[in-house]
């Protein structure tokens, strides 16, 4: 398996995944299973931005307060007050010559009895002369649905009045595109009383609906009822602001000429409220009124010009007159609020824009896709859980970011997508590759160490590709106990097997030290790499490293042996540097996972010519090119092994123990290279001087017979200074 293959792989995964928690997500959304959520994360970014956020300077609202209650008791009584109360307000308000007023309550009843028939009051008559007079009021009606049964519904369930619909219909009033073929969800309808609504400037519809967790958020702007559309109140006295010609109602905007309005799925508009408005008491209106009747211009409490050409809403905040709705930004907001936050959303064009379906769940598919490539694509539990939080962060702050410019996007779906899709990639690859790692694990335990072993299962992959077979440049490493034949001919079994196994148990120490993996053990010899499974760019150096080391952890292994009444041991240690084939190698029943190549038997060549050197250690020239700078290599010979045309050199690593000490070896290794050059330019008298000057070892005494040899009966013409082995 390539890497392109491995890719492929971890992609139709993460796709396959991404599409099935998508799909998963979409089904629970549909049982409205996270709508609660959905609603807790909208009003809290409500809140964030609009808690403070002002209305525009256009919108007022006179608010019917505990205080205006209080304040009207001793003139008008308990609530509801006298009607001639509001006509009072109006000749206040129309002083200052306000663009419209609207009133949110409901005037739909004789104040006198409940019977429309009745002769009018002189409060009831009083409003309707003062809504007339202003040429500015607007009231409110309301459409209703009653079920089936329901009595009133049987005795409410009349035609409106067709001089009220030819007032008032928006058919009589624009071109509306598409011709409307929804039927009403009404049934039933409460007018302004008789008089009144044809007194107004507009009437419009304030029926609203909260959603199931009985907030607030969203308002009708367009009531079917029969075959006439009305306008809500907030879009009532705006209308009359733009004086549209045509009017296109689609499912997710409504359109007024040029002015696109957006609409949620429901097809109504997102309330985007705002929390500071210029609101003024009723009461203090009512004072400011008593104030100039009384002649007192220069003090009065609220001036009539504050609301020239402004659009006033007229509602309750007070308790006892029940219009206190839960809202995103407070348990308690008066009803009026709703209305004007409509109206200056509609003027000022500051909508909240929800974005469709399809954009919805394709940011949903896309998180699925990342978190499920982060599960199975990344290496560590730490770092898969750190992407999920950072993607979930990074959607979390774009979707703030996108709700501060008006666009309103669904964050609980695309969420619950990519943490389904991370768990599910991050589920299936526990069962899998876990089982994949406990076999890589099982295998390599055996012949690497710890260290390695947790790097080689974190990457398995690369071992489970191993099996058939990959290049690499390793440094390889044989060594072997000398004499060993003849010694365990001189031993019981049981000597033999307790001194193997000392010898190995330390030598396996050093070697997992060094982060070797342990290849095999051949009897008495043990095989060992590095550069596989894990990619070691130091690999030659610490196969030097590890081998001096076993020198040294061998005169412990004699210490203990010569304790137990066996004679000390030595050892030899080749080592090659160069490019092998990595493998599983065996049969389905067995496994190896090994090196194979000429490079890992020049290796086993170079261990045999320990004892033929006199040099513990012997390493090639490729070997030597990568340790030179730590380690003084003595040049041993250029030797040529067998089935081999091409002589390589040889070099034995000298070990020092301090800064003086490697010095002197570097001073043995430049004379023996100059050594070695003279014996190759045939100068056997110079060479044979230049050996005997060092100090005595098996090397020197092998050149110095050589060269005495040779002066006696020279090579032949073709001599290239290479000894060829004649034997493997």
Not at 126 to 148: K, N, V
Not at 487 to 499: A, D, G, R
């Amino acid at each position: 398996m390539n890497l392109t293959r491995a890719h492929v792989i971890t992609t139709l995964w993460s796709t396959a995944l991404a599409v099935s928690s998508v799909l998963l997500i979409g089904a629970i959304t549909a049982l409205d299973v996270l709508q609660p959520l959905e609603w807790m994360s909208y009003d809290a970014r409500l809140r964030l931005f609009n808690a403070d956020k002002p209305a525009p300077p256009e919108i007022a609202v006179i608010l019917i307060d505990e205080a205006s209650l209080q304040y009207l008791n001793h003139d008008a009584g308990r609530w509801p007050w006298p009607r001639s109360v509001h006509a009072d307000l109006l000749d206040f308000l129309m002083r200052g010559k306000p663009r419209a007023v609207v009133f949110d309550m409901l005037f739909v009843e004789n104040q006198r009895d409940l019977d429309r028939s009745a002769a009018l009051t002189d409060h009831d008559q009083r409003l309707i002369d003062s809504t007339r007079q202003t040429g500015f009021t607007y009231h409110a009606l309301q459409f209703l649905t009653h079920p089936p049964d329901d009595a009133h519904a049987r005795v409410s369930q009349v035609q409106l009045p067709i001089d009220f619909i030819q007032r008032w219909s928006l058919q009589q009033q624009l071109q509306i595109e598409p011709a409307l073929t929804a039927a009403s969800t009404y049934n039933a309808a409460e007018l302004p009383i008789n008089g009144l609504w044809q007194a107004a400037q507009g009437v419009g519809a304030v029926r609203a609906e909260p959603d199931r967790d009985g907030r607030y958020r969203r308002m009708q702007l367009l009531h079917l009822y029969g075959n006439d559309l009305f306008p809500s109140l907030a879009m009532a006295p705006v209308l009359d602001t733009w004086r549209p010609t045509t009017l296109r109602w689609q499912a997710a905007s409504l359109t007024l000429d040029a002015r696109r309005i957006p609409l949620d799925h429901a097809g109504q508009l997102l309330i985007n409220q705002y929390g500071k408005f210029n609101a003024y008491s009723y009461s203090g209106l009512i004072a400011a009124l008593k104030q100039l009747d009384a002649g007192d211009v220069e003090h009065l409490l609220v001036k009539p010009d504050e609301f020239t050409d402004r659009i006033v809403f007229i509602g309750a905040d007070a308790v006892g007159v029940q219009d206190l709705k839960a809202t995103p930004l407070s348990a308690k907001t008066a009803g009026v609020y709703l209305q004007a936050s409509v109206t200056g959303n509609l003027l000022s064009g500051d909508f909240l824009r929800p974005l469709s379906g399809t954009i919805t769940w394709s940011i949903s598919l896309i998180l699925a896709l990342l978190g499920a490539w982060a599960a199975l694509a990344l290496r560590h539990v730490s770092v898969k859980l750190a992407l999920l939080f950072v993607l979930l962060l990074l959607f979390g702050l774009g979707a703030l970011l996108a709700f501060r410019y008006g666009v309103v996007v669904d964050m609980l779906a695309p969420m619950a997508s990519a943490f389904c899709a991370w768990f599910a990639a991050f589920s299936f690859l526990f069962f899998t590759e876990g089982k994949d790692k406990r076999r890589v694990r099982r295998v390599l335990a055996q012949y690497v160490s710890p260290a390695v072993l947790a790097e080689v299962v974190d990457k398995y992959e690369n071992y489970l590709e191993a099996e058939v077979g990959l290049r690499a440049n390793i440094s390889v490493l044989f060594s072997d106990i000398r004499n060993f034949t003849s010694m365990s001919e001189t031993l019981s079994p049981e000597k033999v097997v307790e001194m193997l196994n000392v010898y190995f148990s330390a030598m396996t120490d050093v070697l997992f030290a060094h982060h070797a993996t342990i290849d095999k053990f051949i009897g008495d010899a043990i095989m060992a790499f590095w550069g596989a499974p894990v990619r070691d760019e130091q690999h030659a150096l610490h196969a030097v490293r590890a081998a001096l080391d076993m020198l040294q952890a061998l005169q412990t292994v004699n210490t203990g042996l010569t304790a137990r009444g066996i004679a000390p041991i030595s050892i030899g240690i080749g080592i090659n540097t160069g490019e092998a084939v990595l493998g599983n190698i065996g049969s389905e029943k067995k496994l190896a996972y090994t090196a194979i190549g000429d490079n890992v038997n020049l290796a086993a060549r170079l261990e045999g010519l320990t004892k033929t050197y006199g040099c513990p250690v012997l390493v090639t020239e490729n070997t030597r090119t990568h340790v030179q700078a730590e380690f003084p290599c003595r040049l041993v010979d250029s030797v040529r092994v067998k089935g081999k045309t091409h002589a390589i050199r040889v070099y034995a690593p000298l070990p020092f123990a301090n800064a003086e000490a490697s010095a002197t070896a570097r001073l043995v290794c430049e004379a023996t290279a100059h050594g070695f050059e003279l014996y190759q330019q045939r100068r056997w008298l110079e060479a044979r001087a230049v050996y005997e000057s060092l100090p005595a070892d098996r090397l020197c005494e092998l050149f110095i017979a050589r060269c005495h040899a040779y002066e006696l009966t020279p090579p032949a013409a073709d001599w290239d200074g290479a000894y060829t082995l004649s034997s493997k």
